[in-house]
């Protein structure tokens, strides 16, 4: 099990921007599937982008399509989720998640990414809060 850990959640206005950051709390091989997920108040989590660090392909929910911005860094282990033009919508608890060893697949379906396969590690979350 590797412990993830992600940053940079906060308070910002409507169309505002953040950018979180996740990386594991120790040395971990590098991972292959990334992704960040977010739970709002009283709803189900639910996926916002995922990638898979070897092609760079990435993949959005529709909610989130030409606002978020998935990346990394192969060298720090590290994946980034740059968020701009914030709604109070987006008010959720952001989670990162990354592949476990052996394969793994950035799931997507018709309303775009939904998540990662297997079970991956999960960070503990930040807050993002949008009024």
């Known amino acids: 099990h590797v412990q993830l850990v992600e940053s940079g959640g906060g308070s910002v206005q409507a169309g505002g921007s953040l950018r979180l950051s996740c990386a594991p709390a120790?040395?971990?091989?590098?991972?292959?599937?990334v992704g960040w997920f977010r739970q709002g108040p009283g709803k189900e989590r639910e996926g916002v982008a995922g990638?898979?660090?070897?092609?760079?392909?990435?993949y959005y929910a529709d909610s989130v399509k030409g606002r978020f911005t998935i990346s990394r860094d192969n060298v720090a282990n590290t994946l980034y989720l740059e968020m701009n033009s914030l709604k109070p919508e987006d008010t959720a608890m952001y989670y990162c998640?990354?592949?476990?060893?052996?394969?793994?697949?950035?799931?997507?379906?018709?309303?775009?990414?939904?998540?990662?396969?297997?079970?991956?590690?999960w960070g503990q979350g930040t807050q993002v809060t949008v009024s």
């Open positions: 120790a040395y971990a091989p590098r991972f292959y599937c």
């Open positions: 998640a990354a592949n476990r060893p052996g394969t793994c697949t950035v799931v997507a379906g018709s309303q775009g990414f939904v998540g990662l396969h297997p079970e991956p590690n």
């Open positions: 990638l898979y660090t070897s092609s760079g392909s990435t």
